[in-house]
């Protein structure tokens, strides 16, 4: 059974920084493009950022210089999000997201709240 698994979220004081993993297990394949999505109360999922495969990438307005994607270069995956100059906007629920052949899995989610 493919699954990914988040990791890495947590509370961090407006400023700081955060780093989510996401790692894929039950499969022997290389995903294809794999990304970050977000969920705050009450709002829509989003995309945050996005990277393919030969690791190119792609960021959503709101996180363009604060935020980096990368990825696993040997087994591609596993990918994470470094964030940092965290803002309470930023408050949601982290999804990691991977296509495999012709299947998009997703993660179970990690908070991350930004607070003082």
């Known amino acids: 059974q493919v699954q990914l698994v988040e990791s890495g979220g947590g509370v961090v004081q407006p400023g700081g920084s955060l780093r989510l993993s996401c790692a894929a297990s039950?499969?022997?394949?290389?995903?294809?493009?794999m990304g970050w999505y977000r969920q705050a109360p009450g709002k829509s999922r989003e995309l945050v950022a996005i990277?393919?495969?030969?690791?190119?990438?792609?960021y959503a307005d709101f996180v363009k210089g604060r935020f980096t994607i990368s990825r696993d270069n040997t087994t591609k995956n596993a990918v994470y999000l470094q964030m940092s100059s965290l803002k309470p906007e930023d408050t949601a629920v982290y999804y990691c997201n991977g296509r495999l052949v012709t299947i998009t899995y997703w993660g179970q989610g990690t908070q991350v709240t930004v607070s003082s």
């Open positions: 039950g499969t022997s394949l290389s995903f294809g493009a």
């Open positions: 990277i393919t495969s030969g690791g190119s990438s792609g």
